[in-house]
């Protein structure tokens, strides 16, 4: 996890962390955590042009990066294709405390649809 330069500085000095790479500059410690661990957020957005991810901690962005898909290429000779998928409990992740009947209470609640919620939202621009 991110740290100060001036923590980095001593736990180099102390032996306790190795530099792994100098651009970006980074450290790996030598010792085990004892279980301090911290709570990351990460997210992926695919488009049909680009795919972006991040991982969020302490309201910090600790990596983010994009991938800008090729258009350009009409027919491959593609013999097999491989697409992993996931669901994401969208509602859990906006809402961590929901529980059984909280699901029935979301934002959609009152709308006929997602067309109509979303027309609602936008004030039907």
Known sequence: MPCKAAKARKLLKNGKAKVVKRTPFTIKLLHGSSGHTQHVVAGMDTGSKHV????????????????????DVSK????????????????KITNPIVTSAGYQQGALLGYYNVKAYVLQRDNYK
């Open 52 to 71: 972006g991810c991040a991982a969020i901690a302490n309201g910090k962005v600790i990596y983010q990066s994009g991938v800008a898909l090729r258009t």
């Open 76 to 91: 491959l000779p593609i013999s097999h294709w491989k697409v992993e998928t996931a669901s994401f409990d969208i509602h």
